[in-house]
T-cell receptor, first 115, second 114 residues
Framework: ETGVTQSPTHLIKTRGQQVTLRCSSQSGHNTVSWYQQALGQGPQFIFQYYREEENGRGNFPPRFSGLQFPNYSSELNVNALELDDSALYLC??????????????FGQGTRLTVV | AQSVTQLGSHVSVSEGALVLLRCNYSSSVPPYLFWYVQYPNQGLQLLLK??????LVKGINGFEAEFKKSETSFHLTKPSAHMSDAAEYFC????????????FGSGTRLLVRP
């Protein structure tokens, strides 16, 4: 089975620009969660998508948005980038459903630098 | 609300010594608890998890953790440290009735001295 893959691995953007990060979930998984990990900190939950619908959101502004596609891959979009958005963005996939929640498997992350 | 506190941002041990990384959680409902490891420039790898049942949980690479409800703790231990254990370790919690929306601690960097 394939693991969780994220692209790109590294990205440099200018303040005010927009960015799209991509995640392919592990085969058979229907849920994708996104986390932001600032330097020296633990990951912070951004939002989760379950069967193409947003299923919970952390304390992040609306300029952070996402999509999940029918094949359960996902995108994280960030508009109007700010310097503080510089971080490692992690995607995690899991299989969730009534009475059957698997563990979350993480991708390698995308390192975003905003200058 | 749920939260996780990891005591000690850095822990240094000698190779072969006991590893003890501390984690305390706060949760108003029964929690699921996790320990993840992160190597430089990599994602997170699950070491072990507690959901229900036995409170002593064994994970990969010789690590184990014990869920102590009375102390709201889930400390990670390994009897004998190896150089390859040097990494960042994160404790995380989620609600038993929720999907995997993990709340992470701030992490503990483990240094292993030769």
């Amino acid at each position: 089975e394939t693991g969780v893959t994220q692209s790109p691995t590294h990205l440099i953007k200018t303040r005010g620009q927009q960015v799209t990060l991509r995640c392919s979930s592990q085969s058979g998984h229907n849920t994708v969660s996104w986390y932001q990990q600032a330097l020296g900190q633990g990951p912070q939950f951004i939002f989760q998508y379950y069967r193409e619908e947003e299923n919970g959101r952390g304390n992040f502004p609306p300029r952070f948005s996402g999509l999940q596609f029918p094949n359960y891959s996902s995108e994280l979009n960030v508009n109007a980038l700010e310097l503080d958005d510089s971080a490692l963005y992690l995607c995690a996939s899991s299989l969730e459903g009534q009475g059957m929640n698997t563990e979350a498997f993480f991708g390698q992350g995308t390192r975003l630098t905003v200058v | 609300a749920q939260s996780v506190t990891q005591l000690g941002s850095h822990v240094s041990v000698s190779e072969g010594a006991l590893v003890l990384l501390r984690c305390n959680y706060s949760s108003s409902v029964p929690p699921y608890l996790f320990w993840y490891v992160q190597y430089p420039n990599q994602g997170l790898q699950l070491l072990l998890k507690y959901t229900t049942g036995a409170t002593l949980v064994k994970g990969i690479n010789g690590f184990e953790a014990e869920f102590k409800k009375s102390e709201t703790s889930f400390h990670l231990t390994k009897p004998s440290a190896h150089m390859s254990d040097a990494a960042e370790y994160f404790c995380a919690v989620t609600r038993m009735d929720s999907s995997y929306k993990l709340i992470f601690g701030s992490g503990t960097r483990l240094l292993v001295r030769p």
